[in-house]
């Protein structure tokens, strides 16, 4: 396959790993991809859960961590490209950018909403910009704001698809409607639409599929629709590099296809994850809860089914009945674990 070239970034193998909070992309997977020619990514979603004065202080304690997380990446990375995935809807996101930029991150990617402010946050950082885009309209806008109000364009567009895991960027009615022929088209429409401002202004523009990618032919038919590279996440969680605990990997290993469903996220979006004990409990009612973690604005306390930090964080530590177990529509294909280098070498 051909390297993913972002700017003066180049990938030899053109696979992005997605970013997964809460602790599930930390160094350690971050650091395994760059090392073998990817783009690592490190979700920034309460990345500072396992410092002890995360309760007190959840947002100071992220930010620290975001730096201590991208130095312990690049000491894996072997001079690789390590990314970071900071959703729009955290509160505090311009902290959050602000703190990886510090930290000289490569790349930026960001969704959960439109990173609207995100060129004057980073300002003249080397730091390449990613949005994701879900629609043409979201591509168009983005675009189009970007260029009026801050004159640039973004380095790398992220398309993510119907089959992510975890959050998604759709309606339950736009989850029911579409079929892969349809959103082959989609993909389509918003790649020519991305290469229309790029061509006009003079620049290249890669774009990364996401949602479903989990083997080489997955790849290779995006890249017939027009991408430059994939990003994908399932796949990496049962790697042993993945910083998740095996607890959550077997989850993936034991799921059946009917176990993966659409859920109601407190944080008011449609998500896919792994129907377990914990989440046939938030179908019948709310979960107490403890004090607020500051995740994301979006998030009402009072009203919310369940805290979904305290449930990410069970998760991340193993207690998988109590959690909540995000994936993408693929998670069922794991067998077993393998190695980060058995999956980039299949990419190669």
Sequence with gaps: MNPLVIGDLIAKVPVIQGGMGVGISLHRLAGAVAAEGGIGVISTAQIGFRYPEFDEHPIETNLRAIKDEIVKARE??????????IMVATRKYEEYVKAAVAAGVDLIISGAGLPMSLPALVGNAKTKLAPIVSTV??????CKYWLKKYDRLP???VIEGPKAGGHLGFSKEQLDTYTDETYDEEIRQIIEHVNGYAESHGVKIPVAVAGGVYTREDAEH???LGASGVQMATRFVTTYECDAPDAYKQS???AQKEDIVIVKSPVGMPGRAILNPFMEKAA???????KCHLCVSTCKPAETPYCITEALVN???GRVDDALLFCGSNAYRAKKLEHVS???NEFR
């Design 76 to 85: 894996l990375a072997k001079g690789g490209i390590i990314g970071v995935n």
């Design 137 to 142: 309209k979201s591509a168009e806008v983005i």
């Design 155 to 157: 380095d790398l567009v």
């Design 222 to 224: 995006c890249m017939e």
């Design 252 to 254: 993936y290993i034991n």
């Design 284 to 290: 019948k009612g709310q979960i107490p809860h403890g």
């Design 315 to 317: 998760a991340a530590e």
């Design 342 to 344: 058995d999956i980039m």
